[in-house]
């Protein structure tokens, strides 16, 4: 398949328009291959057949928009201005007419493409628009059927071994809500169970931030890690000096991610090495350092500081030593999930006999919360983990929908699918254009694929003019975060353009 | 006024069913007054005569409803089911058939009426379900009339002198992005300005989460203030134990707030020596807290602490010294901006001459974020105050739809005047009911009403049963917290049914 695949991406001149056209019957596997990819029905029939590049972008009526936001807005992050009505499936639409095929989706946010139909019916509901105009606050007046919301929707994707869910309103605020109920777990095993009260001093030194009422405990993360940006998250987040620089943060402990050479299986000797030396770092950590972990977190695959991956022994040995600790693991996926590396969560790829303590999810679930098993994470008495709205309805009934799309178009093994295709055209680019592609990684998990560039924010740059919508992680990579309704067609105008662009 | 009043509800038999049939015209001064009341037009054609209590609460369909829930979700700080579709107005329904008045209204955060048409019309816009399912990353990929969404709704009603906005999703999330632009302009300014760049030594401290990089600075807050529950929040929430307890929290400093007495025009004097006695004491701490504040942060009514008011005078008096000794002023409107307190931003009554650094809002805005003016509050490099959401367009929607919907029916008046009646009629009942009513306050400040019971919980619980929806806050304050949308013959319902209560 992969000599097939380089034969076919050799020439590849006009595929995207292919894909609405029957392509002339030339038997030769070149034209074979391009027709198994432009024969698959598409999810999005109205989707355009290439991008639309009529202008450098900002074009002139984008450019308008910028200066105008400028006012009111900081716009130095500012990527490219959207026009979400005129978007559709894989493709961003901007005021000056450009569409860009969106391999970046909102920084992984868009599950299942701009304007989807079943979405659109979901938010036209009589459940939605009461959900929107009548916010409840769900921990005190949760409406009649918000057991029905969770089970049909949140509930029902539940990793393994996790039936509840807390819900909150950002990936920042789930991982928080999910070091609270770390920190009130620890503590209540610490005096001795949940039927111990709280003694005069915790209460009075709590009212004061001191401990023992605000206990001295912590949360252990991993070097470039990204949980967050609020100052409980960003004390997890060790990704960018950008991010933490000039924010007070807590003393918290960070251990050593795997710096693993890539492929995973070509190096598997070297880079088992190197996650025995990590875990034995957090171990120590553990048991060492001066404000001890209520828990640890980590993310399947580091995606913002870089894509980082490990292997599935390395997060079965952080179970392990955690158990052992008796320290909690908290997954965070709250990029990885939701179907991108194909499984529906990352951390199905572990094969765990014994799952993890909480699961925080956000982006592509559209809302956001810790799914947890084990009753004693339930804090021992009410509006210890509390807040006015305590999530989202309208956002719970707009997952239900997501899931239900997922459901309905398989698109969780499409991920799977079409992200070993793009993944062995990546491989054959790399081998082409080495100087453009190095450390290619994600094999294996779905779309969910990165590599380094010695020129990565050129290449990103340069992307724009060739139609195509993509992002960075980390200092160097070019990161792919599609949405689940990427399909081989897209994936083979992913790599056309990718070699125009190394060619340029 | 308060004279005529008191004689109207010496003799309140059924003000409820009057509202709907006219009164027989008996000209004594009680009917007048009911009159006055009940010939007012209502926001709300369609909202019940009255409450109705057809079950006690929970009746048998919202105990199944209960039972089922609490096997997916935390249900021990329920209050009641509600059935959103069912309520109207200032009427939340249950699934028994209840239908209370609702002088809680979603802690606080419902401003203009459940199923009010004009949200509904807003929420079935294709603008609105574009939103919904096209959700930006605003930082990178604003849409095309984010400007305009922005100038004709949130920034419409920008309080003076704060023309920018920096969008978030919470209370707690308004004031951590606060209070992280407060942090980055104390650095700057301790660093030599926006063009001075980071140092090596704070580049890799801050990976550390050390000082310089993550420096050991602080936010200033008072005793009783509630800011949030996430860590940078809950450090300066000190409110009740039961939000802190078990939470790592950052060595943070505290002032007293005053502890002033009711009515405050009464006791004018010591009210001003106890205000004096903060304001030192914030001063001292400002000066001498081994932490140094960056900024801090007051509620112009403190009211999860218990309702706790203070004079303008105070509030003139933070504002003078914190610009004196260079720390940034933050006002967290989430509870009572909006309109609440007979004013659109309840600093207004304060008659500041210089604005305040920062406005948080959230709650009734159904959006949230922080108003500021001063460019130097704007971080010197982008993606330092940023996150994947950065907000919701959808809820912008929503909060410019309020905003229209409060102007069209001039309800931040009617939140005044309406208020003015309640206080005279509250007043009134204090008299009466001395054991029951104890510091009245909130004169002058809409319907932001509260005091003192002694058998709080016990009149809140009694409340269901006669059809009134009530909250709490502090130890022992009964907060009345209606919609814009109160009117006065909702007042003399609540009073009504408040005398019940009191004579029970």
Redesign the interface.
């Known amino acids: 398949m992969a000599s097939l695949l380089r034969t076919a991406s050799l020439a590849r001149p006009s595929i995207s328009r292919s894909i609405a056209r029957p392509a002339p019957r030339i038997f030769t596997s070149t034209i074979l291959q391009r027709n198994y990819a432009s024969a698959e029905r598409s999810f999005f029939p109205d989707e355009p057949e290439a991008p639309v590049v009529k202008t450098p972008i900002p074009g002139p009526k984008?450019t308008k928009?910028i200066e105008?936001?400028s006012?009111?807005?900081?716009?130095?992050?500012?990527?490219?201005?959207?026009?979400?009505?005129k978007?559709i499936g894989n493709y961003?639409a901007?005021?000056d007419g450009n569409v860009l095929l969106d391999v970046y989706a909102?920084?992984a946010?868009?599950p299942v493409g701009?304007?989807?139909p079943s979405?659109?019916l979901?938010?036209?509901s009589?459940e939605?628009?009461?959900?929107?105009?009548?916010?409840?606050?769900l921990?005190?007046?949760?409406?009649?059927d918000?057991?029905d919301i969770?089970?049909t929707g949140i509930?029902k994707v539940a990793p393994k071994g996790l039936?509840?869910?807390?819900t909150g309103?950002?990936?920042?605020?789930a991982n928080?809500l999910a070091?609270?109920a770390a920190?009130?777990w620890?503590?209540?095993q610490e005096r001795g169970g949940a039927g111990v009260d709280?003694s005069e001093q915790?209460?009075s030194s709590?009212?004061?931030?001191?401990s023992p009422?605000?206990?001295?405990?912590?949360i252990l993360s991993f070097r470039k890690a990204f949980h967050?940006?609020?100052?409980?998250?960003l004390?997890t987040t060790?990704s960018k000096?950008?991010?933490?620089?000039?924010?007070?943060?807590?003393?918290?402990p960070?251990a050593p991610f795997p710096a693993c050479k890539y492929p995973l299986d070509q190096y598997a000797e070297e880079n088992q090495a190197e996650e025995q030396r990590c875990l034995a770092e957090t171990e120590r950590l553990i048991k060492e350092w001066h404000?001890p972990p209520a828990a640890i977190i980590v993310e399947p695959i580091q995606s913002e500081g870089g894509d980082n991956h490990a292997s599935p022994n390395f997060f079965r040995g952080l179970r392990e030593i955690t158990r052992k600790h008796n320290v909690l693991f908290i997954v965070d996926e709250v990029q990885t999930g939701v179907g991108a590396t194909g499984k529906f969560w990352a951390h199905e790829h572990w094969g765990l006999q014994d799952p993890p303590d909480m699961v925080t999810f956000?982006?592509k679930a559209?809302t956001a919360g810790y799914y947890f098993g084990n009753n004693e994470l339930?804090p021992n008495?009410?509006?210890?983990?509390?807040?006015?709205?305590m999530g989202d309805p309208?956002r719970a009934l707009?997952f239900r929908a997501i899931i239900e799309e997922i459901e309905r178009h398989d698109l969780v093994r499409n991920t799977a699918v079409t992200g070993q295709y793009l993944y062995e055209g990546l491989e054959n680019l790399a081998e082409r254009y080495p100087k453009e592609i190095a450390n290619l990684r994600g094999k294996g998990q779905g779309t969910f694929i990165a590599w380094d560039s010695p020129r990565r924010d050129e290449v990103l740059k340069l992307a724009k003019g060739h139609g195509i919508n993509i992002g960075g992680s980390g200092e160097m990579a070019v990161r792919l975060r599609p949405m689940l309704i990427f399909q081989k067609h897209h994936a083979d105008l992913l790599l056309e353009k990718l070699e125009k662009i190394f060619k340029s």
């Open positions: 984008s928009v105008r936001l006012k009111v807005f900081d716009t130095r992050s500012l990527n490219m201005v959207a026009e979400y009505p978007s961003i901007d005021p909102q920084i946010s868009i701009y304007n989807n979405l659109l979901a938010a036209q009589p939605m628009t009461s959900a929107i105009i009548n916010r409840p606050a921990g005190n007046f949760p409406q009649h918000w057991a969770l089970e509930l039936n509840q869910v807390f309103q950002s990936g920042s605020d928080e070091y609270k920190f009130m620890k503590r209540q709280f915790e209460i709590a009212m004061n931030n001191n009422g605000a206990p001295g405990l912590s967050g940006r609020l100052f409980g998250s004390s060790r000096p950008i991010h933490k620089l000039d924010i007070p943060a807590f003393d918290w960070q404000n956000s982006k559209q339930k008495k009410p509006y210890r983990q509390f807040n006015t709205w309208a707009l």
